[in-house]
């Protein structure tokens, strides 16, 4: 007897992820449709989300078939227009009510004004202690400043920036 699963996927996420196996995606997509009481809120978080990889809702979003499916079983057509984030970025996601790029919508944004603020501060003060001041783990500050990564935690940025290197001037200067 199988037992209906609220997040299915939840038990083996590398399933839904998987790129090249055949088997597991279908195994992904049976799941999906006959095991999962989620299908509908997944299939919207991802048109939200503008998701274009994996299995989710029992649509491979990798393909143009999948994302085709995904729409129909949200009866959402595609926008004609394109439509931009306040970030200025466009909005991957057809969904008709998607207002954020998917970056946004995670709570994300872009590193490189993050890394140009990190390299003033260093001017006046070490990695250690903007970690401190950020209450982030100096090695987050080394690979903000090294990794080639495009986006960085809102919360995060939030608290660099508030670190401003005129007023820590002073307060070395007491
Ligand atoms: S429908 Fe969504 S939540 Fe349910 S098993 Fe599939 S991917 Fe997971
Ligand atoms: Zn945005």
Redo the contacts with the bound molecule.
């Keep these: 007897m199988t037992r209906k699963n609220p997040?299915?996927?939840a038990k083996d996420p590398a399933l839904?992820l998987t790129e090249g196996d055949r088997d597991a995606r279908r195994e992904?997509v049976r799941?999906?449709v006959e095991?999962?009481t989620?299908?509908r809120e997944?299939a919207k978080t991802a048109e939200e989300l503008g998701a274009n990889y994996g299995?989710?809702?029992?649509f491979n979003l990798a393909t143009s078939p999948g994302q085709r499916g995904l729409r129909k079983l949200l009866g959402v057509e595609k926008p004609s227009t394109v439509r931009h984030c306040a970030c200025g970025r466009q909005i991957a996601s057809q969904y008709a009510n998607a207002v954020m790029c998917t970056p946004c919508a995670q709570g994300l944004r872009d590193i490189a004004p993050v890394r140009a603020h990190l390299k003033q501060l260093l001017e006046t003060m070490s990695q250690t202690e903007i970690a401190a001041r950020a209450q982030i783990s100096p090695g987050a500050v080394n690979k903000m400043l090294s990794a080639d990564r495009p986006y960085v935690k809102g919360k995060i940025a939030d608290r660099l920036f508030a670190i401003k290197p005129d007023a820590v001037a002073e307060a070395g200067a007491i």
């Excluded at 299995?55 to 029992?58: K, R, T, V």
């Design positions: 997040a299915a996927c839904w992904a799941v999906c095991e999962c989620m299908r997944c299995i989710w809702a029992g």
